[in-house]
T-cell receptor, first 114, second 112 residues
Framework: DTGVSQDPRHKITKRGQNVTFRCDPI?????LYWYRQTLGQGPEFLTY????????KSRLLSDRFSAERPKGSFSTLEIQRTEQGDSAMYLC????????????FGQGTRLTVV | GENVEQHPSTLSVQEGDSAVIKCTYS??????FPWYKQELGKRPQLIID?????GEKKDQRIAVTLNKTAKHFSLHITETQPEDSAVYFC???????????FGTGTSLTVIP
């Protein structure tokens, strides 16, 4: 599969624990996005990378959230001190350079905080 | 930020009928308008997109229309089939082009 891949697909964690998700974008895509999706809602933007530079972050991204894309390839999203409200599907997407081209989504990581 | 509104939230049609989903947006700088289909438990997948330099685009049974003056765009699915049943999201790009704003989704059910 040469599409966007995310790992893990599912994560159950206890409140207060830290979790880290990984996203591998399509190899020639230099733009990478993280979105969060809750049931019955559309994806909500969290953050965006152009190569290794994190160029935009949503106000939704609290201090407990951090994202990296160290070599401009894969990206990680870490949530510290998880809360029940963090339970959601975390989607990664990638696209080519222009902002008006298709974003390809991964299958997502479903996080459940208990 | 951009405000994307999508209607209706649910839509049921008989197989073979047409389905229309409408979205409005607020940022006049938006110039790219994709539509995504998301089946239960699966990733959103692009089904059609339109850029601001055209008013209509068609791909087989799917068409999208864009009215930039009124800031609204619509998805039209003709001759609906049961496999069209899914949640459909409209989206626009931000004025920086660095993110997409999504509507809240329309759950389409095609009744055989």
């Amino acid at each position: 599969d040469t599409g966007v891949s995310q790992d893990p697909r599912h994560k159950i964690t206890k409140r207060g624990q830290n979790v880290t998700f990984r996203c591998d974008p399509i190899s020639e895509h230099n733009r990478l996005y993280w979105y969060r999706q809750t049931l019955g809602q559309g994806p909500e933007f969290l953050t965006y990378f152009q190569n290794e530079a994190q160029l935009e972050k949503s106000r939704l991204l609290s201090d407990r959230f951090s994202a990296e894309r160290p070599k401009g390839s894969f990206s990680t999203l870490e949530i510290q001190r998880t809360e029940q409200g963090d339970s959601a599907m975390y989607l990664c997407a990638s696209s080519q350079t222009a902002g008006n081209t298709e974003a390809f989504f991964g299958q997502g990581t479903r996080l459940t905080v208990v | 930020g951009e405000n994307v509104e999508q209607h209706p939230s649910t839509l049921s049609v008989q197989e073979g009928d047409s389905a229309v989903i409408k979205c409005t947006y607020s940022d006049s700088a938006s110039n790219y308008f994709p539509w995504y289909k998301q089946e239960l438990g699966k990733r959103p997948q692009l089904i059609i997109d339109i850029r601001s330099n055209v008013g209509e685009k068609k791909d087989q049974r799917i068409a999208v229309t864009l009215n930039k003056t009124a800031k609204h765009f619509s998805l039209h699915i003709t001759e609906t089939q049961p496999e069209d049943s899914a949640v459909y999201f409209c989206a626009t790009n931000s004025n920086t082009g660095n993110q997409f704003y999504f509507g809240t989704g329309t759950s389409l059910t095609v009744i055989p």
